[in-house]
T-cell receptor, first 112, second 114 residues
Framework: DQQVKQNSPSLSVQEGRISILNCDYTNSMFDYFLWYKKYPAEGPTFLISISSIKDKNEDGRFTVFLNKSAKHLSLHIVPSQPGDSAVYFCAVTNFGNEKLTFGTGTRLTIIP | ETGVTQTPRHLVMGMTNKKSLKCEQHLGHNAMYWYKQSAKKPLELMFVYNFKEQTENNSVPSRFSPECPNSSHLFLHLHTLQPEDSALYLC?????????????FGPGTRLTVT
């Protein structure tokens, strides 16, 4: 039973528009959330994170939103650029715990 | 360049072979990890080492044997694997085990067991 779900395996977005990637988790005890981006033939790279004491964290074009009551996390990319085409993984953990639990990933394609 | 390197990048081995995967991190981190990514499945944590001590073994079969001789190097020794062990094996490192620090991943080893 997956604790972290990314229900959209793929997403296509026009360049310049907003990309919204979603992630749901089942355990309300998780308190630290991360997004990773993965290009083909490379390992995942850290993108942005948020702790449960916040509901929003912004870094340039990337914003992560956390809805604790819904156990839902989303990543907004605006404006989307062709270089954003990649697979995006959300991951969850507890502060003080090294174990990350990953979702299955969403393949984002930005259409020029 | 992520600072985490893995060799080999590709490996094909028979079920009776013994091989080893190597990971090296140049980031001065104290925690290292092995993950397995099978097709259409989430990244699965296999092992965690913190300051060279194994702190997590996620119910991994004994045909996978990790070794961490120092904080910069991590090995995964493989023997008598099964075809279903074919996957991408990713190594990662982080500053420490607190979970607050993001993990830096290597490019992975694509393993095929024939």
């Amino acid at each position: 039973d997956q604790q972290v779900k990314q229900n959209s395996p793929s997403l296509s977005v026009q360049e310049g528009r907003i990309s919204i990637l979603n992630c749901d988790y089942t355990n309300s005890m998780f308190d630290y959330f991360l997004w990773y981006k993965k290009y083909p033939a490379e390992g995942p790279t850290f993108l942005i994170s948020i702790s449960s004491i916040k509901d929003k964290n912004e870094d340039g074009r990337f914003t992560v939103f956390l809805n604790k009551s819904a156990k839902h996390l989303s990543l907004h990319i605006v404006p989307s650029q062709p270089g954003d085409s990649a697979v995006y993984f959300c991951a969850v953990t507890n502060f003080g715990n090294e174990k990350l639990t990953f979702g299955t990933g969403t393949r984002l394609t930005i259409i020029p | 360049e992520t600072g985490v390197t893995q060799t080999p990048r590709h490996l094909v081995m028979g079920m009776t072979n013994k091989k080893s995967l190597k990971c090296e991190q140049h980031l001065g981190h104290n925690a290292m990890y092995w993950y397995k990514q099978s097709a259409k499945k989430p990244l699965e944590l296999m092992f965690v080492y913190n300051f060279k001590e194994q702190t997590e073994n996620n119910s991994v079969p004994s045909r996978f044997s990790p070794e961490c001789p120092n904080s910069s190097h991590l090995f995964l020794h493989l023997h008598t694997l099964q075809p279903e062990d074919s996957a991408l094996y990713l190594c990662a490192s982080s500053q420490d085990w607190s979970g607050e620090y993001e993990q830096y991943f290597g490019p992975g080893t694509r393993l095929t067991v024939t």
